[in-house]
């Protein structure tokens, strides 16, 4: 049982090019979240899944895109990295609301 | 909609001294409260939580916090300190309702130092 794993665990990215972050867990959770962590702001809500096929927009949500085909899987998609999408992104689920969140151990992402 | 506030930004205390580290929420009815903690280069853990009763909730590594409606604070605390609690914390408050969906508001956490 990994829990919530989250790949790549490091990248940097040109100002403009593309990339996925792929959120796997395997406790068959409902739920899924995409956070973004800033120093000094905590943790932001980007975008959530409360079931496979479905997505909603989370508080910030702008350059951001989701995907969630599989129950077990959570794609965040940058399509034009900029410079301020430089953060650490975190992944979470849980198994029905309210419940404990488990996180991922994040993605550092640094945008030239 | 909800937002948190932690008032330090960064706190030191001494190994073995009590610690308090303060949360102010802001919602429009009682909303379910969390503490997590996040060591460096890790994710978050989950320390506790609070839905409703008993406005003293236990965690785990000796945490407790307490719901002070009338202040609309959650504020954690922890008697005795070991270096091993040096970390940043989080408060989050998670909104009521069935539309709510778990999505959980973060405050922008606090930064314990551990003096030997």
């Known amino acids: 049982n990994a829990g919530v794993t989250q790949t790549p665990k490091f990248r940097v990215l040109k100002t403009g090019q593309s990339m996925t972050l792929l959120c796997a867990q395997d406790?068959?959770?409902?739920?899924m979240y995409w956070y973004r962590q800033d120093p000094g702001m905590g943790l932001r809500l980007i975008h959530y899944?409360?079931?496979?096929?479905?997505?909603a927009k989370g508080e910030v949500p702008d350059g951001y895109n989701v995907s969630r085909l599989k129950k077990q899987n959570f794609l965040l998609g940058l399509e034009s990295a900029a410079p301020s999408q430089t953060s650490v992104y975190f992944c979470?689920?849980?198994?029905?609301?309210?419940?404990?969140?488990?996180f991922g151990p994040g993605t550092r992402l640094l945008v030239l | 909609a909800q937002s948190v506030t932690q008032p330090d930004i960064h706190i030191t205390v001494s190994e073995g001294a009590s610690l308090e580290l303060r949360c102010n929420y802001s919602?429009?009815?009682?909303?379910?409260l969390f503490w997590y903690v996040q060591s460096p280069g890790q994710g978050l853990q989950l320390l506790l939580k609070?839905?409703?009763?008993?406005?003293l909730v236990q965690g785990i590594k000796g945490f407790e916090a307490e719901f002070k409606r009338s202040q609309s604070s959650f504020n954690l605390r922890k008697p005795s300190v070991h270096w091993s609690d040096a970390a940043e914390y989080f408060c989050?408050?998670?909104?009521?309702?069935?539309?709510?969906?778990?999505?959980?508001?973060f405050g922008q956490g606090t930064i314990l130092t551990v003096h030997p």
């Open positions: 979470a689920s849980i198994k029905r609301e309210y419940g404990t969140q488990y």
């Open positions: 406790m068959n959770h409902e739920y």
């Open positions: 899944s409360v079931g496979e096929g479905t997505t």
């Open positions: 919602y429009g009815a009682t909303p379910y």
């Open positions: 609070y839905f409703s009763g008993d406005t």
């Open positions: 989050a408050v998670g909104a009521t309702g069935c539309t709510s969906y778990g999505k959980l508001t």
